[in-house]
């Protein structure tokens, strides 16, 4: 499967914005998706993920309450909506993909666990 992020972009901070990462090559509903991020000079780690069909969503401590995932399998599109962006949001945004089995537990939020990567979006917060 190829994935293409995009709707990254500068934002002040208390702001909102909506990522998407379009799926192609793949049965899109036999994936998890997942968002990271990496910050400059940080180790890339997980933002979200959400299970096939969307009835499971996991998140990172830093973005539960602000960050919402979901998927739109019709258009084999995920969507990363964040509220209340703070200035640590700044980041390269990264789409994933697992094509297998449900994870356990803390894989979902393991990069080891996805086999597919899209480009990167970057999202800018100013304070």
């Known amino acids: 499967v190829q994935l293409q992020a995009s709707g990254g972009g500068l934002v002040q901070a208390g702001g909102s914005l909506r990522l998407s990462c379009a799926a192609s090559g793949g049965t899109f509903n036999r994936y998890i998706m997942a968002w990271f991020r990496q910050a400059p000079g940080k180790e890339r780690e997980s933002v979200a993920a959400?299970?096939?069909?969307?009835?499971?969503?996991f998140y990172a401590d830093s973005v539960r309450g602000r960050f919402a995932i979901s998927r739109d399998n019709a258009k084999n599109t995920v969507y990363l909506q964040m509220n209340k962006m703070k200035p640590e949001d700044t980041a390269v945004y990264y789409c994933?993909?697992?094509?297998?089995?449900?994870?356990?537990?803390?894989?979902?939020?393991?990069?080891?666990?996805?086999?597919?990567w899209g480009q990167g979006t970057l999202v800018t917060v100013s304070s």
């Open positions: 959400i299970t096939f069909t969307g009835q499971g969503t």
């Open positions: 994933a993909a697992h094509l297998g089995d449900m994870f356990s537990g803390a894989s979902y939020y393991k990069r080891e666990s996805y086999e597919y």
